[in-house]
């Protein structure tokens, strides 16, 4: 009986010890404790006698023990494999390397998790599926750690049903959608671990959420060059949340950027929520519109987020939506926005009883259009910030807007007037401001409420994650010499 095979019987037998005999009892646990290290192996390439050669094979031989159980794949395998109601598996390329897992483009998926938890996954490349590459739902637990979803006509990851995934690194392209997240599930992009998430070349979206669903990262999120096959927005974008939807993009590790998706950056709807903060957020270069925020969706801006380079609006805020600018732990900067030939530009326009909160010092420069376009029964309260250079004038109000002017604005330098309104929009100062407004209220700004953010989100103690981490990587196959 070769060695491979005898592992195996002693780890399946782990906690029948009765079974064997005493005299070989302690040979029997040293030899069952290797599997601690590498209990199955798959070479999907035939070449190895004593393998399993394909991981559906694999899976009805894990061993019965109580820590995980490490499946080393190689080569590549041409199959669709079924996760189902498993417990603490790592399926892992040799550490360095990569196994290719390639759906036969008629089942759902060339991996699905179901039901399952402790599931750990390294150096695969996902492909081939009819849907996603990797489906994870019923309450599943994934984590991933340096693999490539491409090629799958659905999403290179759609997580479901409650689900949750931790993403150390990961590639996302050449997919419908690179992440897809739905049913009160959630991602988390574990951004201490040092890895970046790169969703690119996507044909819809980098980033898509819907149905409670929750993203979350640190930093090191790129989503640029999606939505290739797109025609119209919100398709196209690079992140498109809807039904409630929530986002935390958070920059403590490093940049986030969102660039290059053919028709704009984010797309919010259907009281979905946002929240960009930390070190370095970036939205530039998308299409027209940098971030279109509509039907009751909310953003905030904490500080040290550009938004520039779009041929129509930076930030759109329109249908009851509102946009909370706090810069207290940076400058947010709109500018350059507004290029392009687009009948309403702007750097940012508040519509459709909408409200923007802007505080300072929140710089909008160098803009098409006016800095601020507020436009049909919408409110906008600025203090501390800077409208100047902007092509036209700096802060326009239309059909019933109100424009609350607070202390700290520098309003000059703009193409046309510092504040227009015209006949149905109200200005409210307790500032003296130049303006071209008829209705011109008093405001005593002394007595308003502080407006911004209670406190920045601090960032967690991740030392006992690393610990972890560290303790599960130390279990990834090294390459047999």
Not at 100 to 116: E, F, K, N
Not at 131 to 153: H, K, M, W, Y
Request: proline content about 4%; some cysteine; hydrophobic content about 35%.
């Amino acid at each position: 009986m070769n060695k491979i095979r005898l592992v195996r019987m002693a780890c399946r037998s782990t906690l029948h010890l009765s079974y064997w005999p005493l005299g070989v009892l302690s040979s029997l646990v040293l030899l069952a404790l290797t599997c601690h290290a590498q209990d199955l192996i798959v070479d999907c390439s035939g070449q190895d006698p004593n393998a399993f050669h394909r991981i559906q094979d694999a899976l009805p031989n894990i061993p019965l023990t109580p820590w995980q159980v490490v499946m080393q794949v190689t080569g590549t395998c041409n199959e669709n494999v079924y996760i189902g109601h498993l417990r603490n598996l790592m399926i892992a390329a040799p550490l360095g390397q990569t196994a290719t897992i390639q759906g036969d483009g008629v089942s759902y998926a060339p991996l699905m998790v179901d039901a399952s938890t402790g599931i750990y996954l390294y150096g695969l490349i996902l492909t081939g599926g009819q849907g996603p590459g990797l489906s994870v739902s019923s309450g599943a637990e994934v984590r991933i750690d340096t693999c490539t979803f491409q090629g799958n006509p659905g999403a290179g990851m759609a997580v479901s049903d409650n689900s949750a995934v931790t993403v150390y690194s990961g590639t996302f392209t050449d997919n419908n959608n690179g992440i897809q997240i739905f049913g009160n599930a959630t991602v988390d992009h574990a951004s201490w671990a040092g890895g970046s998430v790169v969703m690119s070349g996507n044909g819809v979206a980098g980033l898509f959420l819907s149905s409670g669903a929750t993203y979350a990262t640190g930093g090191n999120t790129i989503i640029q060059n999606n939505g290739l096959t797109a025609s119209s927005g919100p398709d196209g974008f690079g992140v498109d949340v809807r039904g409630s939807g929530r986002i935390q993009f958070g920059s403590y590790m490093g940049p986030n950027v969102i660039s290059g998706n053919r028709l704009g950056g984010v797309s919010l709807s259907e009281n979905a929520e946002i929240s960009f903060w930390g070190g370095s957020n970036t939205i530039s270069d998308n299409g027209e519109v940098g971030i279109w925020n509509r039907l009751g969706s909310q953003i905030t801006f904490a500080g040290n987020v550009v938004i520039s380079r779009h041929s129509a609006i930076g930030v759109d805020i329109s249908s009851k939506s509102q946009a909370l600018f706090d810069a207290a732990a940076g400058p947010n900067i709109i500018r350059n926005n507004g290029s392009g030939s687009a009948a309403i530009r702007a750097g940012i326009r508040v519509d459709g009883n909408s409200q923007l909160v802007l505080t300072g010092p929140t710089h909008i420069t160098q803009n098409g259009g006016p800095g601020v376009l507020g436009d049909i029964n919408s409110s906008m309260d600025v203090s501390g910030s800077t409208i100047s250079g902007n092509q036209s004038d700096g802060i326009r109000a239309l059909h019933q807007t109100v424009v609350d002017l607070g202390p700290g604005m520098s309003l000059t330098g703009n193409g046309g007037a510092p504040i227009t309104c015209d006949n149905t929009s109200m200005l409210v100062t307790a500032v003296k401001a130049s303006s071209r407004c008829l209705n011109v209220q008093a405001s005593d700004w002394g007595s308003h409420e502080a407006v911004g953010l209670a406190s920045i989100p601090s960032v967690p103690n991740f030392s006992g994650k690393m610990k972890e981490y560290t303790r599960e990587r130390s279990l990834i196959p090294r390459p047999r010499r």
